[in-house]
């Protein structure tokens, strides 16, 4: 995690005038690669919520101020100088959804209400965008829940038809809403979104879920699912047109599609709401299966006998994750999803943390010992993961193991902070949350919480390690299920801590 952190300091990231954050996605010899903080690929990031939460604000801000087309569509690229103009290609679904998740992330994080009734309009509009006349790609027409037209997304091409990767993104969203509608009083809206959440959820997990994993829902052979969004538009990066781009003569299929593929993406969505704090948004026993299933299907411990035709940044003895599969038996499209053979470290890093999180512990280190393993200085860079560019943005997905190894969760709004450690025993843990960063150390029946910088404003600790009656400081105090409750807020700073028994206190 603190290899890929020197992707902050190299030149894919700027800061402007004002203070706001600026990114490429990466950076080639003499030019940035693919500019203008792109929504897809930042979405991966995790590190600047949680050691600079001011600065990835900004993010968030420039993003409805300066990309919010008028139909509440949220475009991905940020053009500079800010307000300068939109980028050509529409709103991509990942990038879009993935921006209110992560509006939702940074008020939980701040607690700060003024901020979020600053930007709802903006973010209440971009919901409203999936189900708008005014969309041309027709994501939700009918407010099913589910994403059904034509969704552009970080592999750089459109899906069409239900799949949980970026529908696991609309609902995470819809939840997201729901809880900020709350909070700002447009309750009528928030029970819309909790609605569409509930119903589009149920469709996934009955219609979408194969018994192992989640696939796309789609009729390759079908050509007039494409004809809808065949209105003299180019086809997103592509300079064909939409029918060349999009349709094959030659196998008579929708190109560039999942089917019956198994995506290591393919639950991003429940990622992020597990990051942001916002629970479950599938089922978590088909969670856990598909989860199970890329680890069996995706990783490679080898890749001697893979055969890869696009970019290779893992090859030969080494192991490493692959995009996309298709396990024995599964629809697989004669030209199926770019990318899908190429190895990317910010996936493998993904799926690590959401590995770890989810009780796969081992699973998820092996996949982290593949990829630092490529990166050990002597094969490659290990301050420098490369995908479309050295020091790529998508690596930053790393600092979601920090998190998903210490069970870390945090609500400013409630000050609260908790722990739950993906292994049990003593240890000492790095956090950083809100206002400040520490440490929390866990011995026997006690856990000693210390900030080293900054300062914790705490009034709850969620420990659900430590059982039995609760002290603070060797003082009694009340406890509701895994919650220990202090005696009122309390604002800790630099070089203080408290010392939290349960049970017998053995060596507090």
């Not at 969203?173 to 709350?182: N, P, R």
């Not at 599969?325 to 899908?340: H, L, N, Q, R």
Request: hydrophobic share 35%; aromatic share 12%.
């Amino acid at each position: 995690m603190s290899s890929t952190l020197g992707v902050l300091r190299s030149a894919t990231v700027i800061r402007l005038e004002g203070g706001e954050l600026w990114g490429w996605e990466g950076q080639h010899i003499g030019e940035g690669s693919c500019e203008g903080s792109c929504t897809h690929v930042w979405n991966y990031q995790q590190a600047l919520a949680w050691l600079f939460p001011a600065l990835e604000r900004t993010l968030r801000e420039t993003e409805f101020i300066y990309n919010q087309l008028p139909n509440g569509g949220l475009t991905f690229r940020q053009r500079l100088p800010l307000g300068s103009g939109f980028d050509i290609i529409g709103p991509c679904a990942d990038g879009h959804f993935g921006s209110t998740i992560k509006a939702y992330r940074e008020w939980r994080n701040s607690g700060d209400d003024a901020w979020l009734r600053r930007f709802w309009p903006n973010i209440r509009k971009s919901i409203e965008y999936a189900w708008s006349p005014d969309n041309p790609d027709r994501w939700d027409p009918d407010r099913t829940g589910v994403l059904w037209g034509k969704q552009h997304h970080t592999l750089d091409m459109e899906l069409f038809g239900p799949n949980s990767w970026l529908t696991s993104f609309y609902l995470a969203a819809l939840k997201a809403a729901e809880e900020m509608a709350e909070a700002v009083g447009d309750k009528d809206f928030g029970g819309e979104c909790a609605a569409l959440a509930k119903k589009g959820a149920a469709y996934v997990d009955s219609a979408l879920f194969n018994g192992r994993y989640y696939a796309q829902k789609l009729d390759l052979a079908d050509r007039s699912i494409l004809e809808p969004f065949d209105k003299g538009r180019k086809a997103g990066v592509l300079r064909d047109s939409f029918m060349q781009a999009y349709w094959s003569e030659e196998y008579r299929q929708i190109k560039y599609q999942i089917g019956g593929g198994c995506l290591t993406d393919q639950i991003l969505g429940q990622w992020h709401a597990d990051l942001a704090g916002l629970g479950d948004v599938l089922s978590p026993e088909h969670v856990v299966s598909a989860l199970r299933s890329i680890y069996r299907e995706n990783f490679r411990p080898n890749l001697s006998d893979h055969f890869n035709p696009c970019r290779v940044y893992a090859y030969e003895d080494e192991a490493g994750l692959l995009v996309c599969s298709w396990p024995g038996g599964s629809e697989e499209p004669a030209m199926p999803v770019p990318y899908s053979e190429e190895v990317w470290t910010g996936l493998e890093y993904m799926l690590a943390s959401h590995l770890i999180a989810r009780g796969l512990v081992e699973e998820g280190l092996t996949i982290v010992r593949a990829a630092r393993a490529r990166h050990d200085g002597s094969r490659r860079n290990p301050y420098n993961d490369i995908e479309c560019g050295s020091y790529y943005a998508r690596s930053l997905s790393s600092y979601a193991l920090l998190n998903a190894y210490s069970g870390l969760t945090f609500d400013q709004r409630i000050g609260e902070i908790g722990f739950k450690p993906a292994r049990g025993g003593d240890a000492v843990y790095f956090w950083s949350a809100g206002r400040g960063w520490g440490e929390i150390e866990f011995r026997g029946v006690t856990a000693t919480l210390s900030v080293k910088g900054g300062e914790l404003a705490v009034s709850r600790l969620r420990l659900p390690s430590l059982s039995g009656r609760a002290e603070i400081d060797n003082r009694p105090t009340l406890r509701e299920g895994e919650v220990i409750l202090l005696d009122g807020p309390r604002v800790l700073r630099a070089g203080e801590r408290i010392i939290i028994g349960a049970g017998r206190r053995g060596g507090a």
